[in-house]
């Protein structure tokens, strides 16, 4: 009954000890440190898939990881190491994730909180290094090299993880890295909100 348990615990264990790890890289480090704990997330998505974490469950722990993240925003007193003020990213991220798998099935709902996870986390990596190189803020910009790198990496998912032609896989990339580089949403909300009108418009 309780198969799931040693896997969602070792899901959970990943994420916590990466927040951990980035608590010593420091706040200098803090966007980058945002981005290791979206990789961190991988090996959970990856047991929903493979149907060792059932998908009520995976849904239970993203909120309660986005209720978690949400309280120091409330009391003010922010994880700085990670957390912005003013900046509900990595909340808005736990809360998608925790609808995801729930709204949508489970192959689709993969592909999509990888793009979450990988695709975003590349980006942020490959905009903060360019950044850092040539003297800009890198907390402010947006830049094509983050967006290439997020449509590169959202095709091969979208190659393994789809179930459609290999002409709207690289659509569904192209649109939700045009999701990620919008600046109107949040894209911890954008990309899960276009994708899952996507996988509705398709049986249209």
């Known amino acids: 009954m309780f198969e799931w348990l040693p896997?969602?615990?070792l899901a959970a264990l990943l994420i916590l000890l990466a927040i951990g790890f980035t608590r010593k890289l420091g706040e200098e480090w803090a966007w980058i440190n945002r981005k290791i704990?979206?990789?961190?997330?991988?090996?959970?998505?990856?047991?929903?898939?493979?149907?060792?974490?059932?998908a009520d469950v995976f849904s239970a722990s993203a909120f309660a990881f986005?209720?978690?993240?949400?309280?120091?925003?409330?009391?003010?007193?922010?994880?700085s190491w990670y957390q912005i003020e003013h900046n509900y990213g990595e909340v808005f991220f736990a809360f998608s994730a925790s609808i995801i798998p729930i709204v949508l099935p489970r192959e689709y709902a993969t592909a999509l909180l990888l793009a979450m996870a990988i695709s975003d986390g590349?980006?942020?990596?490959?905009?903060?290094?360019?950044f850092r190189r040539h003297g800009f803020n890198v907390k402010l910009k947006k830049h094509w090299t983050g967006s290439l790198a997020y449509l590169a990496t959202a095709v091969v998912i979208a190659?393994?993880?789809?179930?459609?032609?290999?002409?709207?896989?690289?659509?569904?990339?192209?649109?939700l890295a045009l999701a990620e580089y919008q600046p109107w949403l949040d894209d911890n909300l954008a990309v899960p909100l276009v994708g899952s009108l996507l996988f509705i418009l398709q049986d249209l």
Not at 68 to 79: G, N, V
Not at 122 to 130: A, D, S
Not at 161 to 169: G, H, N, V
């Open 37 to 54: 704990i979206h990789f961190s997330i991988v090996p959970a998505v990856l047991m929903f898939y493979y149907g060792k974490i059932p």
């Open 159 to 175: 190659l393994i993880y789809l179930d459609a032609d290999t002409i709207r896989k690289v659509m569904w990339a192209v649109i």
């Open 66 to 79: 986005a209720m978690f993240q949400l309280w120091p925003h409330i009391k003010k007193r922010e994880f």
């Open 7 to 9: 896997y969602a615990g």
């Open 122 to 130: 590349v980006t942020g990596v490959v905009r903060h290094y360019y």
